[in-house]
């Protein structure tokens, strides 16, 4: 059963469209993560949520922005999508926000293609 | 930044080998995680080893921790052609270990 799930798995936009990728989960965990994939790279991580509380790291473009509207539900808006921005969106959740004993479980990602 | 170092970035070996699969990071960790994403997908999680823990085993896999050296090793026994994918170690800081930084990840393909 799908505990992280994003929708859509595939998302094509125009350039400079906003766009928006959901992530919902039925784990009722604390913390909600978006991360940023490019083809053949790490995963880098773009910001987080505990609870409602909002993290941005330090090298997030402005472009990127996020909402957390209830534990269940993190969206990942990007105003205006450029070129550099078609990666891989991962979303993730963890009942621990210092992820000292825990694991992250993650969604199975939605792939953006900016055209 | 990107936290961990992978080594070897891509390896390709006979079904029924063992692969082995490198990490090095940078600063002091709570633990490290390894996760695996095969083409296309999410990550998943496969092992958590904390930094006082040495070595840790789950079925076919083996983890070991080198605090000292700032390194780690997944070793896969027995390998089948479903183990081909993307083997990624993260690290929990001991700092501010809210995040999981990833590593630069190593590319396994088993050859049937």
């Known amino acids: 059963d799908a505990m992280v799930i994003q929708n859509p798995r595939y998302q094509v936009t125009q350039f400079g469209k906003p766009v928006t990728l959901s992530c919902s989960q039925t784990?009722?965990?604390?913390?909600m993560y978006w991360y940023q994939q490019k083809s053949s790279q790490a995963p880098k991580l773009l910001f987080h949520y505990y609870d409602k509380d909002f993290n941005n790291e330090a090298d997030t473009p402005d472009n990127f922005q996020s909402r957390r509207p209830n534990t269940s539900f993190c969206f990942l808006d990007i105003r205006s999508p450029g070129l550099g921005d078609a990666a891989m969106y991962l979303c993730?959740?963890?009942?621990?926000?210092?992820?000292?004993?825990?694991?992250?479980?993650f969604g199975q990602g939605t792939r953006l293609t900016v055209v | 930044s990107q936290q961990g170092e992978e080594d070897p970035q891509a390896l390709s070996i006979q079904e029924g080998e063992n692969a082995t699969m490198n990490c090095s990071y940078k600063?002091?960790?709570?633990?490290l995680q390894w996760y695996r994403q095969s083409s296309g997908r999410g990550l998943v999680h496969l092992i958590l080893i904390r930094s006082n823990e040495r070595e840790k085993h789950s079925g076919r896999l083996r983890v070991t921790l080198d605090t000292s050296k700032k390194s780690s090793s997944l070793l896969i026994t027995a390998s089948r052609a479903a183990d081909t994918a993307s083997y990624f170690c993260?690290?929990?800081?001991?700092?501010?270990?809210?995040?999981?930084?990833f590593g630069s990840g190593t590319q396994l393909t088993v050859l049937p």
């Open positions: 993730a959740t963890s009942i621990d926000r210092g992820l000292m004993n825990t694991e992250a479980f």
């Open positions: 784990l009722n965990h604390n913390v």
């Open positions: 993260a690290t929990a800081s001991s700092g501010s270990a809210r995040q999981l930084t």
């Open positions: 600063t002091s960790i709570n633990n």
